[in-house]
């Protein structure tokens, strides 16, 4: 193969990407967009306000709120539509790989907790109870959140901005691996961190919590039918969470396996175009992270009640703004002619 007919194919593959990023990215990012603020908005009803398992969801939820409008942003601008805003400045740069990082592992973790909290509640050992308490979840979300801004601290030191070596010299906002130590920054943080230990950890407890489910209606059985319902869905909500999470994480943390693996190797055009193309696929399967509205609203009826009726509050608020308009409208309408109908003195 000629240099022009692999160049010529680089073109294609590189467009095909760009549509791709843009007629697949940009819905799926409304999808989890729209369900994020919908959970942040469920998750503080009054129905889950007091509740361990709640807190920690409530809080992943803000944080994959504050992920969205930076990292995939950034992405389908990047993608699909050759716009980077991320790559005008190097401290920006920097700056904005490490919130993107920090955010995501908290969020992760916050929902790993979770799935271990609601482990702790369908235990049937008392000792293990006291671990789900209010106070230790807001004590654990606080130590969540202080490490992570601690730990990541070194990615500000490896991401920079870069020429990739590709057909058009694409100037990106990643980790060169310019070093070995930038290398390990690489393997503990993307593959490790932000991409194999989650995913297994949610999946262990998702499975312990299934086979231990039923006792958390043994645990309720002298409370109210509504407390009962709402620790067995939740506990349900969770271990589904736990499952699509692993198919959507783990593809991701192999091919930046592979991708390390792979680095100093001599890659043509046309390879690295798929690579490209594969990428996307993979970190839109990795989106799919922030699609949990949508397995909460299938595995449990009371969030679904909830949305319902949050949803019949926002119609309600905006038709009946309308209808309060239209009505003034009327009656100003009224008045006016009535006026025009009165006859001077």
């Not at 993608?79 to 740069?93: L, R, V």
């Not at 070596?165 to 920054?185: D, K, Q």
Request: net charge positive; proline share 2%; glycine share 4%.
């Amino acid at each position: 193969m000629t240099n022009a007919t692999e160049y010529i194919i680089f073109e294609k593959y590189k467009t095909f990407t760009q549509q791709f990023t843009k007629y697949a990215g940009i819905p799926l990012y409304i999808g989890c967009f729209y369900g994020t603020v919908m959970n942040m908005i469920i998750f503080g009803q009054r129905t889950y306000r007091h509740r361990s398992g709640a807190l920690y969801l409530l809080i992943a939820s803000l944080c994959d709120f504050i992920y969205l409008n930076i990292g995939p942003i950034s992405n389908i601008l990047q993608y699909g539509f050759q716009h980077n805003w991320t790559i005008n400045s190097i401290k920006f740069c920097k700056i904005k790989s490490y919130f993107v990082f920090v955010i995501t592992a908290i969020s992760a973790t916050l929902t790993t907790l979770a799935n271990i909290n609601q482990y702790l509640l369908s235990s049937k050992k008392n000792k293990r109870w006291k671990y789900t308490s209010y106070i230790i979840t807001i004590r654990c979300t606080c130590f969540t959140i202080i490490c992570w801004f601690i730990i990541s601290i070194p990615i500000i030191f490896c991401y920079t901005r870069y020429y990739h070596s590709s057909g058009n010299e694409e100037l990106l906002c990643s980790n060169p691996l310019h070093g070995l130590f930038c290398f390990w920054i690489q393997i503990l943080y993307t593959c490790l961190f932000n991409g194999f230990l989650h995913p297994f950890l949610m999946l262990f407890f998702g499975i312990c919590t299934y086979k231990n489910i039923h006792n958390i209606q043994e645990r309720s059985i002298l409370k109210s039918n509504r407390i009962r319902q709402v620790n067995y869905q939740m506990a349900l909500m969770l271990v589904l969470q736990s499952i699509k999470s692993s198919f959507a994480s783990v593809p991701y943390a192999i091919f930046n396996t592979y991708m390390l693996i792979t680095i100093n190797r001599n890659k043509t055009l046309l390879h690295q175009a798929k690579e490209n193309i594969f990428s996307q696929i993979v970190y839109f399967l990795f989106w799919s992270n922030y699609t949990s509205f949508f397995v909460y609203m299938y595995s449990s009826t009371i969030f679904k009640d909830q949305w319902k009726k949050l949803m019949k509050k926002i119609f309600c608020c905006l038709y009946g703004k309308r209808q309060r308009q239209l009505h003034y409208q009327t009656q100003l309408k009224q008045m006016t002619v009535v006026q025009s109908m009165v006859k001077p003195n």
